[in-house]
């Protein structure tokens, strides 16, 4: 199936404990740049999300923006420190015998001293943290698959609309050329009538620059290359998977036939159906 390079993907999780919100959207790029915005705490899950991402996203510029609330209570905890507990206390005893001062050390006044206790917050479950960040991620990233594969598929129907207008296109060239060398030779013919009266024509060498005109305006190979290429982006566009860069450049060879048809055209009506092939043609690498 043909992607679209532009999607939207949204997901969230709510429980009791927190709220994930995910999102994700992407523009047209050469490669695949994610851009990942989220709090700090899931800074230790970076790498598993952009992993986890290459198994949706092959090009395209994305923005995965990530959002948490904690909805748990304070998960802080008093934590004691012995050692410097104890440190404290030998060197306050040492003062007090080196002059002579009352000890009134007591656990209340050892506790206000720096870092004998100190408040710190309980880490987080992270393997549990990230199966929820991880299911939220999976279904954004499904939905946001499904919106690039949507788009594409109107992208798709779009271009080969296109594509079988082009085909009418040079139908009309091929059978309109032959036409115009038949045309050439009866203009030829009455202009040699004109200037030579009553002498003979020479009808060899009539013909000898017919064939040369011919050969000049002949568009056969220019035609079959181009609708060869048509022919092949259609079969690629049905045939799906990552197929931009080869779909551009084989809109750019599509692009050099119609001018060279341009340039041979001997006539208004064959000018104007390569200029509006040549007008497709930038229509499908618009799209592409």
Request: negative net charge.
């Amino acid at each position: 199936m043909i992607k679209s390079m532009t999607g939207f993907g949204r997901s969230e999780s709510v429980t009791k404990e927190r709220k994930i919100v995910i999102e994700m959207k992407s523009v047209n790029h050469r490669y695949c740049d994610m851009n990942i915005k989220m709090p700090k705490k899931f800074n230790f899950f970076e790498a598993g999300i952009r992993n986890n991402l290459k198994k949706y996203i092959g090009r395209g510029k994305v923005d995965i923006f990530i959002t948490y609330e904690d909805f748990s209570e304070n998960k802080s905890c008093v934590k004691y420190h012995p050692e410097i507990a104890a440190e404290y206390v030998k060197y306050l005893r040492q003062m007090a015998e080196q002059f002579e001062l009352r000890n009134d050390l007591s656990p209340v006044s050892l506790g206000r001293f720096p870092d004998v206790l100190t408040l710190e917050e309980q880490a987080e479950d992270e393997d549990e943290l990230w199966k929820e960040v991880e299911a939220v991620l999976d279904d954004a990233a499904i939905k946001f698959v499904e919106s690039r594969t949507k788009e594409g598929e109107a992208l798709k129907n779009d271009l080969i609309e296109k594509l079988d207008g082009m085909l009418s296109m040079v139908d009309y060239i091929e059978n309109t050329s032959p036409a115009l060398v038949d045309s050439y030779k009866e203009k030829l013919e009455m202009k040699v009538k004109e200037l030579l009266g009553s002498t003979a024509i020479d009808e060899n060498r009539i013909a000898a620059e017919v064939v040369i005109y011919a050969d000049k305006i002949c568009v056969d190979e220019e035609t079959v290359r181009l609708r060869s290429h048509i022919e092949n982006t259609k079969a690629i566009l049905t045939e799906g998977g990552n197929v931009g860069r080869k779909l551009d450049f084989i809109a750019q060879e599509m692009n050099r036939e119609a001018n060279t048809i341009l340039s041979k055209a001997n006539s208004l009506e064959i000018s104007n159906k390569a200029i509006d092939l040549k007008t497709e043609i930038e229509k499908v690498r618009e799209q592409i």
